[in-house]
């Protein structure tokens, strides 16, 4: 069983700045690929940046170049770092693992709020 925990979220300013972090509780994501998904209000969740085992990285349009997906040495904690955040970007943020590397993640965390004000 693996629990992932969030932690980083709160309320910006527009053009603000953030980091997420994903810690696994005891043990690493070595060899998981992992993600971040966010979910706004009356929306469906939906991807936001993705980082594999081997460190490829792959982000959705709307945050691409703005937020970078990255883990530690140690593969204990990834971390999502999101820059000139916008009101759009408001949204319960959740990082999830991926361990047969099969686009289907099988754990999630509880999420933590980021709010964006104008």
């Known amino acids: 069983q693996v629990q992932l925990v969030e932690s980083g979220g709160g309320l910006v300013q527009a053009g603000g700045s953030l980091r997420l972090s994903c810690a696994a509780s005891?043990?690493?994501?070595?060899?998981?690929?992992m993600g971040w998904f966010r979910q706004a209000p009356g929306k469906e969740r939906e991807f936001v940046a993705a980082i594999s085992w081997s460190g490829g990285r792959s982000y959705a349009d709307s945050v691409r170049g703005r937020f970078t997906i990255s883990r530690d040495k140690g593969k204990t904690t990834v971390f999502l770092q999101m820059n000139s955040l916008k009101p759009e970007d408001t949204a319960v943020y959740y990082c999830?693992?991926?361990?047969?590397?099969?686009?289907?993640?099988?754990?999630w965390g509880q999420g933590t709020q980021v709010t964006v004000s104008s």
């Open positions: 005891g043990r690493t994501f070595g060899t998981y690929n």
């Open positions: 999830a693992a991926d361990p047969e590397r099969d686009g289907g993640y099988d754990y």
